[in-house]
């Protein structure tokens, strides 16, 4: 069982950044491939972007493509999405996902096996 936990959500203004970071405990994520999704209230959760279990191959949804970058440390056992020229439209709670023993990218919701609690992104006007 892989728990995760996400940290660096927050309030920004539109324009700004954000970091969020996502850390492991019981067993590592460094083995599976990892992602982030991200649910607005009122809307269904949906894929923001996923990274192979190694680091080699990136996806992202089109709506964040160019602005946010998915990244991670296997030596830290984290993952992080860097999240760049913010929009409100970007305001959501954001899950950090994990799934596909050594495998590649994800964007399917039914892909991961395993999710955080989740942090909240707000972007002001």
């Known amino acids: 069982q892989v728990q995760l936990v996400e940290s660096g959500g927050g309030l920004v203004q539109v324009g700004g950044s954000l970091r969020l970071s996502c850390a492991a405990s019981?067993?590592?994520?460094?083995?599976?491939?990892a992602g982030w999704f991200r649910q607005a209230p009122g809307k269904e959760r949906e894929f923001v972007a996923s990274?192979?279990?190694?680091?080699?191959?990136?996806y992202y949804a089109d709506a964040v493509q160019g602005r946010f970058a998915i990244s991670r440390d296997n030596a830290k056992d984290t993952v992080d999405l860097q999240m760049n020229s913010l929009k409100p439209e970007d305001t959501a709670v954001y899950y950090c996902?994990?799934?596909?023993?050594?495998?590649?990218?994800?964007?399917?919701?039914?892909?991961?096996?395993?999710w955080g609690q989740g942090t909240q992104v707000t972007v002001s006007s």
């Open positions: 990274i192979s279990w190694r680091g080699r191959s990136t």
């Open positions: 019981g067993r590592t994520l460094r083995q599976y491939a």
């Open positions: 996902a994990a799934g596909g023993l050594y495998g590649t990218t994800f964007r399917r919701i039914t892909e991961p096996d395993y």
